[in-house]
């Protein structure tokens, strides 16, 4: 698979997307290895280091496959990736919420950490990605999904509000705000640590 | 990188309407970033493969029960039009009475029969 799938390590998103339309496993492959690290960003981004994200971003990649006939190109191929791996966590977190709220319990608890062994992680590593991981964690879904955004994908506010379709105002406030809240609650974790 | 260097990245990064690229590649180098685990692309062209062979099959056993009920429709269709030619032939007529085999017989007889008197 890997030898065939070469032959498209040059290939454009749209001569990709052709070809995985015409059945072509190798090109959708590659497609999936092309943008992975960027649908981990976000899934895991908003879920958590978890099995569970793990399974959505498959779940992502299925939903492209299954909707790659529609993609007409309109949008760039990554920002149309990107727009199912959110409405999909998104769908899973409000689904989270639901099951949570039938057991009395609260908001924070939304987010079920079973952390995927990485024995490549030095403990430096680990610890940056727990800050990050608590961070994001502790944020709301509306906040965190714009921060997650910014500071995992590295996406200007311009792109977030296009990936979202909110407008830019929206995203600059809800930055601000996460901004806020992240503030507090490193702040509040700096005191606890020391 | 400490904690504290990773939380005041985190807090500089929300500034300005781009984020610093310096700072997003620290963060990235001490470790806050996410990927999945081996064998996922694999693990996905599985996924889509095997959902590939459900559909097939489904898709499958739809077409051959159409297929039957198409013969059977039509095996039916032509019993009712044969039944109707040998009603019209034998009776002469093709009516609700013809069709009970009734045309012939008056109200008496019916109930003689019915009663068996």
Known sequence: MQKHANKYKEADDSELVKAAIEGDSNAFGEIVNRYRQMVARTVKGMLGDTVFAEDLGQEVFINLYNSLSGFRGEAKLSTYIQRIAVNLTLNEIKRRKRFFSMFSRTDDDEVIEYNVADDSDNEGKRDAREVVNKALMSLEPKFRIVVAMRMLQGYSTKETAEILKLPVGTVLSRLARGQEQLKNILKARRYENQ | ?117
């Open chain 2, 1 to 117: 990188m400490k904690t504290n260097e990773v939380k005041d990245i985190i807090i500089r990064l929300m500034e300005g309407d781009e984020p610093d690229e310096g700072l997003l590649l620290k963060l990235r180098e001490a470790g806050a970033d996410y990927s999945f685990s081996e064998g996922f692309t694999d693990r996905v062209l599985a996924s889509i493969n095997k959902t590939a062979i459900v559909i097939n099959r489904e898709s499958e056993f739809l077409r051959s029960f159409s297929n039957v009920f198409y013969r059977i429709a039509l095996t039916g269709i032509a019993a009712i039009i044969f039944l109707l030619i040998s009603i019209y032939i034998s009776q002469g007529t093709i009516s609700f009475d013809s069709f009970l085999g009734l045309t012939d017989a008056n109200n008496e007889s019916i109930i003689s029969v019915l009663t068996e008197n």
